[in-house]
């Protein structure tokens, strides 16, 4: 299983783009990269998942380089309420029943 | 669509007692299933994985005969902790996996107390 190493935390303001960065250096090939975020006492939620290039959906993007040893999810404009804890997990695609072994993850902190 | 059920949100026991939480997957078929533990401030650990109809696998350090699972329909699995103490006090995390476009969605979480 892909390791992943990400900041422990960030800070951000109001309105700004955050960019939160994962190296997954040994990647594998059937492996996807997906992205979850965490409120305090709450299970972890599905933001956006993808395999190369980027992907965008109504909450993220998700930026992945051609040798996908890295990626970068993009949060526009981030509010208050998207402090929370976001995870970086690679594995095997989802109808594979692939286990999910999660990292520290990127605790953002958004301030008014 | 893709949503999983877990039961109760918070359980509080006395010490020596046994507890079990529910995991459902209410709109799709979850073929595994998997339980995670979660201290406060750190990230979640994988427990153990089950599939439906056959035995968990259990991570290493996790003792099997303590946290029973059951995997026996394909929407329901249930963790069972037994002769619970204070340090498993935690936070239990259940995720299901299927034929969904979803990824692999986790329950709400069961805050464990034990007293």
């Known amino acids: 299983l892909a390791k992943t190493t990400q900041p422990i935390s960030m800070d951000s303001y109001e309105g700004q783009e955050v960019n939160i960065t994962c190296s997954h250096n040994?990647?594998?090939?059937?492996?996807?990269i997906t992205w979850y975020q965490q409120f305090p006492s709450q299970g972890p939620r599905f933001i956006i998942q993808?395999?190369?290039t980027k992907v965008t959906n109504e909450v993220a993007s998700l930026f992945i380089p051609a040798d996908r040893k890295s990626s970068t999810l993009s949060l526009p404009r981030v509010s208050l309420s998207d402090t929370a804890v976001y995870y970086c997990?690679?594995?095997?695609?989802?109808?594979?029943?692939?286990?999910?072994?999660f990292g520290q993850g990127t605790e953002l902190s958004v301030k008014p | 669509g893709a949503v999983v059920s877990q039961h109760p949100s918070w359980v509080i026991c006395k010490s020596g007692t046994s507890v079990k939480i529910e995991c459902r997957s209410l709109?799709?078929?979850?073929?595994?299933m998997f339980w995670y533990r979660q201290f406060p401030k750190q990230s979640l650990m994988l427990m153990a994985t089950s599939n439906e109809g056959s035995k968990a696998t259990y991570e290493q350090g996790v003792e099997k005969d303590k946290f029973l699972i059951n995997h026996a329909s394909l929407t329901l699995s249930t963790l069972t902790v037994t002769s619970a103490h204070p340090e498993d006090s935690s936070f239990y995390i259940c995720s299901a996996s299927g034929q969904t476009n979803y990824g692999y969605t986790f329950g709400s979480g069961t805050r464990l107390t034990v007293v």
């Open positions: 997990l690679v594995g095997a695609i989802y109808n594979q029943g692939g286990k999910l072994i």
């Open positions: 040994n990647i594998a090939t059937n492996d996807y």
């Open positions: 709109d799709f078929q979850a073929t595994t």
């Open positions: 993808g395999y190369k």
